[in-house]
């Protein structure tokens, strides 16, 4: 599944990181437990956020993207890689990014399947974002 920049939260991230109208503001990465597919119109309600005892969400700072190309011209913004270890059974959906001081949700994904993890498993999740 491709990501989706959801309306709630993208106008405010677009203000802070395109038009620099703010310093440079801090992302948060949840992980998301229900088979819930992301559209432009999605609020914070939609997602259920992983409950495990092993996870927690995830601050992306500022200072820590990577700015490039991807080879073919097209810009690229890279996280390095966020891993949670797992305590219990647990299936994951997606992930979404909210604003971490509006906590609205900027963008979401849904992966093509869903992963299910059982206790001492690891996810590990690198973000890349590609604009073409």
């Known amino acids: 599944m491709s990501l989706i ?17 703010a310093a440079s503001a801090n992302l948060k990465l949840h992980l ?44 690229q913004a890279s996280y390095p890689q966020q891993s949670w270890t797992f305590n219990g059974s647990v299936t994951i959906y997606g992930y979404y990014v909210t604003d971490a001081a509006s906590g609205k949700v900027c963008w979401a994904e849904k992966f093509s399947a869903s992963l299910a993890f059982t206790a001492g498993q690891q996810l590990g999740l690198t973000l890349t974002i590609t604009l073409s």
């Open 5 to 21: 920049g959801v309306e709630e939260g993208i106008n405010g991230f677009l203000e802070q990181f395109m038009l620099n109208k």
């Open 32 to 75: 998301y437990t229900n088979n819930f597919t992301p559209a432009a119109g999605s609020v914070l309600a939609n997602f259920t956020e992983c409950a495990d005892s092993g996870y927690s969400a995830v601050t992306l700072t500022g200072s820590s993207w990577t700015m490039g190309t991807d080879g073919g011209g097209n810009s």
